[in-house]
């Protein structure tokens, strides 16, 4: 049986921290969610991960509103019991779910090397394009909750923030090399990269390695002048 839901939260959005290097950092996903404490046990532990999987994998394939938690339950192999040991509601899944997606971005697109060179960042900008790709189910539902949730939309909205701030520092690099156009606005193109992201989530993955291409190409294309390449 559900439990009952917590109570109202605070819909403001979350203020934007910074770490000691001046990066902005990810908003708090989970604060005031009176999350319930991680397993210490090796089987509780690895329920709950095959309870993140399923819920992560359904989101992606049905959407949020229609994944229900007895399917994800089942999909974990596991009884709705056992899924409310470990989280109070489905929308505390879905927020467990970015959080991990958030942590791959990073992973995969903030990890910048000393003395990178444009065509790296670049590249690094490529990589944290197709990472979004590979979980763009997981995104969509993410974006689904999103429009009926305001303190979702709140938390949205710093998520936002910090991966346009990523984008431009990347963007930031390779503006940075011989040949770049004098009149570069390198937040706002960083804003429409990512923009573009979400417009173009509900592309067919068979169509997206080519999508990630041509953004390259025209961020490129925006930051240099036609005969001039990054090196």
Not at 97 to 105: A, G, I, P, T
Not at 176 to 185: E, F, L, S
Request: charged letters at 25%; one cysteine or more; proline letters at 6%.
């Amino acid at each position: 049986m559900p439990l009952p839901s917590p109570p109202p939260r605070d819909n403001a959005a979350p203020q934007l921290l910074r770490a000691s290097g001046g990066e902005l950092v990810w908003p708090d996903m989970l604060a005031g969610e009176d999350l319930k404490p991680s397993p210490k046990q090796h089987r509780g532990q690895r329920a709950r991960e095959s309870i993140v999987r399923a819920a992560q994998a359904l989101f992606g394939q049905n959407g949020y509103e229609a994944t229900t938690v007895e399917e994800i339950a089942k999909a974990a192999g596991s009884a709705v019991g056992g899924f409310y040991r470990h989280f109070r509601s489905k929308r505390q899944v879905l927020l467990v779910v970015m959080r991990s997606l958030l942590d791959e971005f990073d992973a995969r697109h903030s990890a910048r090397q000393f003395n990178e060179s444009p065509d790296d960042a670049l590249e690094r900008l490529r990589q944290g394009l197709k990472t979004r790709w590979v979980n763009a189910g997981a995104y969509r539902a993410w974006r689904e909750a999103v429009v009926r949730d305001p303190a979702l939309a709140a938390l949205h909205e710093a998520i936002e923030a910090v991966i346009t701030a990523r984008i431009g520092s990347a963007l930031a690099i390779a503006a940075a090399a011989p040949g770049c156009r004098a009149d570069v606005d390198v937040s706002t193109l960083a804003l429409v990269v990512n923009v573009l992201f979400w417009r173009l989530i509900d592309t067919p993955p068979s169509e997206r390695h080519a999508i990630s291409d041509a953004l390259i190409r025209l961020v490129h294309h925006a930051l240099f002048e036609d005969a001039c390449e990054a090196r």
